[in-house]
């Protein structure tokens, strides 16, 4: 439908804005290590486009999953079906950190991960890394993505109800986690992250797809004014973004509900809820959506264009040609520039060929006979 055609651009919007991010973190550090001069610019907290990302899961898990409500094996039809979307490329991609941790290990830097490591990094499972107890992957950024297995988890167990007792089911699983792990005295590591805040935003973008399936609608200058609200919130930056390291894990919790979740399901539903509906036509709508179909390769591949430009970069413009007086913002603009290619290419040649070979794969095996197996 043409009006969720804005999710596909608010997807791109959010996969760029944690490029925006990553790639001044890294440039920040960048010059403290080489003695020059940087400046992160933070016109809105740049991460905030994770928020986004978990209020627009919340609500495309409801609105594609409108016919599996109340049927039966819902909940491992959907599971199945996201599994084959997201681990995949997770894997592959973890895999590659992996070979390029091992790679280090050989030329004398580094420390290569411990089984537990590996295993629990693959397995979408919080696990605290040795040097400094944050509950991150192997692949750092994956942590969003622990975040989104474990809501596909509670949301699957809920699919046996209509809809409107699943989300309610959904939003109660949720609920009681957060309670344990506020609660109780053990800090396992798994339950204080499985218990953060955050998860909440699966709920606000669940809310917004009842809403919208019930057919509630608000005029234009409503919505307007939900957007430009959401974006003042942004803008006013309750995380206090430019003081924190260019390495800090982020700031969770009620703090990152309230200043990114919430503003950015505002931003969400003065976008959808709007009537008339939003028209969004032309090559850079076309474009934006593309990049939206693309978001999830951009998240994935972007650390390691920025890895391979910061290298090329020190390479060529600082050493070969002495440019060192343009500083680093030219790198930070290459990184952004490369990374959408390269995600494009990655989701044309590697994410769509993969999520439909594996497809076919199992619905061939659902044709056989029983008893019989399929063919290797």
Not at 24 to 34: H, L, P, Y
Not at 144 to 152: D, P, V
Not at 318 to 336: Q, R, S
Request: glycine share 8%; with cysteine; hydrophobic share 60%.
């Amino acid at each position: 439908m043409e009006q969720l055609g804005i999710i596909q651009i608010l997807r791109a919007v959010a996969a760029l804005m944690v490029v925006v991010s990553h790639a001044q973190d890294d440039a920040q550090f960048q010059a403290m290590q080489r003695g020059m001069d940087f400046h992160r610019v933070f016109p809105v907290r740049w991460d905030a486009g994770v928020d986004l990302f978990f209020v627009i899961s919340g609500f495309i898990m409801v609105h594609a999953s409108h016919k599996l409500f109340a049927t039966p094996r819902a909940g491992w039809t959907f599971l199945r079906r996201r599994c084959l979307r997201i681990v995949p490329l997770y894997w592959f991609f973890t895999a590659l950190q992996l070979a390029a941790l091992a790679y280090q290990v050989a030329g004398g830097r580094g420390t290569f991960p411990h089984l537990d490591e590996i295993l629990s990094s693959f397995g979408f499972f919080p696990f605290a890394r040795p040097e400094d107890g944050a509950p991150r992957p192997i692949s750092a950024l994956g942590w969003t993505l622990n975040y989104e297995m474990f809501f596909y988890l509670v949301f699957s167990m809920f699919l046996f109800l209509p809809c409107l007792r699943a989300v309610a089911g959904v939003v109660m699983a949720l609920s009681v986690v957060a309670m344990l792990a506020a609660w109780l005295p053990t800090r396992a590591t798994a339950l204080v992250f499985w218990g953060d805040m955050i998860i909440f935003e699966f709920a606000f973008g669940m809310a917004l797809a009842v809403i919208w399936r019930a057919g509630w609608r608000m005029p234009r200058f409503v919505s307007f004014g939900l957007v430009i609200v959401s974006l003042g919130a942004l803008v006013l930056d309750g995380w206090f973004s430019p003081v924190l390291a260019p390495s800090a894990v982020e700031v969770n919790g009620w703090q990152r509900l309230l200043s990114a979740g919430v503003p950015m399901a505002l931003l969400l539903g003065g976008l959808i809820l709007t009537v008339p509906a939003l028209t969004l036509r032309g090559p850079i709508a076309a474009f934006a959506k593309r990049l939206g179909d693309a978001s999830y390769a951009l998240y994935l591949v972007h650390p390691f264009v920025i890895t391979l430009t910061r290298k090329a970069y020190g390479l060529v413009a600082l050493k070969a040609l002495g440019l060192a007086a343009f500083g680093l913002w030219p790198m930070v603009i290459c990184e952004l520039v490369l990374a959408i290619p390269a995600a494009l290419l990655v989701h044309e040649w590697l994410e769509v060929p993969v999520t439909h070979w594996l497809q076919g794969r199992l619905q061939a095996r659902a044709l056989l006979p029983q008893g019989k197996a399929a063919t290797p």
